[in-house]
């Protein structure tokens, strides 16, 4: 247990499997997730079936990250972290970036400024730093945030791909 780290709450958004749930939840034990926000119907499934096993916080699961309302959530929550999609920067795909319908930062970038958490945690793809990140730092920066960014790849993490 980590004695002596202070308690907060959290809102996942773009949660997937719950990957970075579960990575803040064994880092950091005195954090619960308040709100999970995913629109994938098997991704739903298996956040789910992992708040059942108990593996994930139970919370409530919106299912539009347009629609969500963070105003209701300010003062009661002190971060936000996240996957957001990575189709619009991905070198794999066509990088339409904002002309991308899965582009989905203004929305959260509303719900940032909804909200005013401490605290964001965002990942996704290399192509990303060429394409829409140097907006979203601005962005960030903006509303107060000091922004960091880096780039590990899956070998650097342990993992064989």
Not at 24 to 52: D, G, H, P, S, W
Not at 66 to 80: A, E, N, S, V, Y
Not at 93 to 102: H, S, V
Request: net charge negative; charged share 20%.
């Amino acid at each position: 247990m980590n004695v002596g780290l202070p308690s907060f709450q959290y809102l996942s958004i773009c949660s997937g499997n719950g990957g970075l749930d579960l990575g803040v939840r064994l880092a950091l034990e005195t954090t619960k997730c308040c709100c999970y926000v995913e629109n994938e119907a098997f991704a739903i499934e298996v956040l789910a079936q992992r708040m059942e096993e108990g593996s994930l916080d139970p919370a409530p699961i919106w299912s539009d990250l347009r629609t969500f309302d963070g105003k209701p959530w300010r003062g009661k929550i002190q971060g936000i972290i996240g996957g957001y999609p990575c189709q619009p920067w991905s070198l794999a795909g066509k990088r339409l970036g904002k002309e991308d319908p899965r582009h989905l930062w203004p929305s959260i970038s509303r719900i940032i400024r909804e909200i005013e958490p401490s605290y964001c945690f965002f990942e996704n793809v290399e192509g990303h730093i060429s394409l829409g990140l140097p907006e979203v730092r601005a962005e960030l920066r903006a509303m107060g945030f000091r922004v960091e960014a880096g780039l590990f790849s899956a070998a650097e993490m342990g993992g064989s791909h």
